[in-house]
């Protein structure tokens, strides 16, 4: 008769290292997806900040008064009544 306690404990290691070996990397898959999905809402974070910033800067672009200070500093241009006064710098040669 053969001894059935060894034949037990055989399939039983077998069936463990089986599982371990089915379970093992696809844990690991798991925790390397979890800290990949971390850093991903942190990025999305930043980018609604930043993007609500750049929102911001839009919107203050679009403003009337924007629009009246560039032309004045960029295009020179005056309102009625007023007067330019520009500095003079000498280049020396």
Known sequence: ??????????VITLVCVCLMVAII???KNIL????????????K???????EKL????KNAESIENMER???EQLGMVKEGEQIIMSVIPKNN
């Open 25 to 27: 990397p696809r844990a």
């Open 70 to 72: 560039i032309a004045r």
């Open 55 to 58: 929102t911001m800067q839009f």
């Open 32 to 43: 390397e997806l979890s800290q990949r999905k971390a850093n991903l809402e942190q990025q």
């Open 1 to 10: 008769m053969i001894n059935k306690k060894p034949f037990k404990l055989a």
């Open 45 to 51: 974070v930043l980018l609604i900040e930043k993007n």
